[in-house]
């Protein structure tokens, strides 16, 4: 009797310590968004910045498919009066204009005409979705069950169909190509397509192989590519794999490009070029007071990516960004009682590279050197040889400046 209430204990906190890692990531990632920009190998993020006496948000942006950023604006939590709140961004088709909104009306639509540098309010609706268009100041609006377009950077808005039942989640590659994606985990998920700006939707199924789950929230999402018909969908899995698929009919067919090892993307985007593709993952530092960004990126339709790693330092000026590569990390067995075995592949002249075990609040309870190794075993017991506590941790290795992902174990006592 005993054993069983101490097994149903452990299963409870199991889940609510899942619960409070599901919540942290997130509340990071509910102020993350990457947009592609007018010209190639130009990119947008907003995201979590730095914490001092309160906690800093921004804007950043880049021109060589994010191996730079350069942070154009910031607020803090709660910005004075009149003054904009980050939210989400829109790339449109002109050099130098850009989107901010969020989808519940706290701060409006804003636009910006100096690559995010200054902004100018144009409008508040509460739960109001938006899609920047194809075309130059082309952007579109759906709240109340209506559609809107506004071809004057958001002006003004003309009310386009009324009681529209379909989704507006991506605009397409002409005008008047509308896409809207929606369903249920683990049922069926539907593509919509309009190609006369939202009168008519043609419903395209998409099969379970490639539209699946939404653990954490994580909705399966499209993005529009660079062709007539091309689209990409990012779906996430129940052993927290993500998988990007591509589309060259409108969604009538789709090809596996990737499979991730975990879940890690929030936002994503396909770029201006053809081929680009981009995906962002958001970290805290192991000392809770900073964002460690990854932008991954691909020139090859989602097949491979460069990664660039930027620590997102209160003095952050774009300097200390570095290009990674992955380090694959994975453990076994998982859950483990005695010792689990953790195998990675570094990079070739990984400087100083240090394997570290953090409990799940990021405090630091091992560290080993692998300089040549490829394998490093785990015995559950901290830095002065106790035996830590059953429950879940995290483990990530550093080299010179880089970070790996951070990857989650169970410790079972």
């Not at 069950?145 to 071809?151: A, D, E, V």
């Not at 091992?366 to 879940?392: E, L, M, T």
Request: net charge negative; glycine share 8%.
């Amino acid at each position: 009797m005993a054993f069983l209430l101490k097994t149903k204990a452990m299963k409870i906190q199991f889940l609510q310590t899942i619960l409070l890692i599901v919540f942290c990531v997130i509340t990071i990632n509910s102020y993350s968004q990457i947009t592609r920009g007018a010209t190639p190998g130009e990119i947008y993020i907003s995201t979590f910045w730095y914490i001092d006496t309160q906690a800093h948000y921004s804007i950043f942006h880049s021109t060589d498919n994010g191996k730079h950023l350069s942070p154009q604006y910031n607020n803090i939590e709660s910005p004075p009066s009149g003054e904009m709140k980050i939210g989400r961004v829109l790339g449109d088709a002109t050099p130098g204009a850009l989107y901010n909104y969020d989808n519940y009306g706290q701060i409006g639509l804003w636009v910006s005409f100096d690559y995010g540098v200054s902004w100018e309010f144009k409008e508040n609706y509460s739960y109001a979705k938006y899609a920047s268009g194809f075309y130059n100041g082309e952007i579109y609006r759906r709240n109340d069950y209506n559609l809107y377009r506004s071809n004057n950077y958001g002006e003004t808005f003309e009310l386009i169909v009324e009681s529209l039942t379909e989704p507006l989640s991506d605009v397409g590659y002409q005008s008047g190509e509308l896409f809207g994606f929606t369903g249920s985990a683990s049922i069926a998920y539907n593509l919509y397509h309009s190609i006369d700006y939202g009168y008519n939707f043609y419903l395209i199924p998409i099969d379970s192989a490639v539209a699946f789950w939404a653990p954490s929230g994580c909705y399966p999402q499209i993005s529009r590519g660079t062709e007539p018909g091309e689209l990409y969908l990012v779906s996430w899995w129940l052993d927290s794999k993500c998988k990007i698929f591509h589309s060259v009919d409108t969604g009538y067919t789709w090809t596996q490009q990737y499979e991730s090892d975990s879940i890690g993307w929030m936002s994503f985007t396909a770029g201006r070029e053809p081929g680009s593709f981009y995906g962002k993952r958001t970290v805290l530092d192991p000392t809770h007071t900073h964002i460690i960004v990854y932008i991954d990126y691909s020139s090859d339709y989602g097949k491979t990516f460069t990664t660039y790693f930027h620590d997102l330092t209160p003095n952050f000026t774009s300097i200390n960004t570095s290009a990674i590569q992955t380090v694959n990390l994975s453990n076994y067995p998982n859950p483990f009682t005695n010792t689990t075995t953790i195998q990675f592949k570094l990079p070739k002249n990984a400087k100083n590279p240090i394997l570290s075990i953090y409990d799940i609040y990021g405090k630091i309870i091992r560290q080993y050197s692998i300089a040549n190794k490829n394998i490093q075993q785990w015995d559950g017991k901290n830095d002065f040889g106790n035996v830590v506590p059953g429950g879940i941790y995290l483990y990530q290795i550093s080299y010179g400046n880089n970070y790996s992902s951070i990857k989650k174990l169970l410790f079972l006592e």
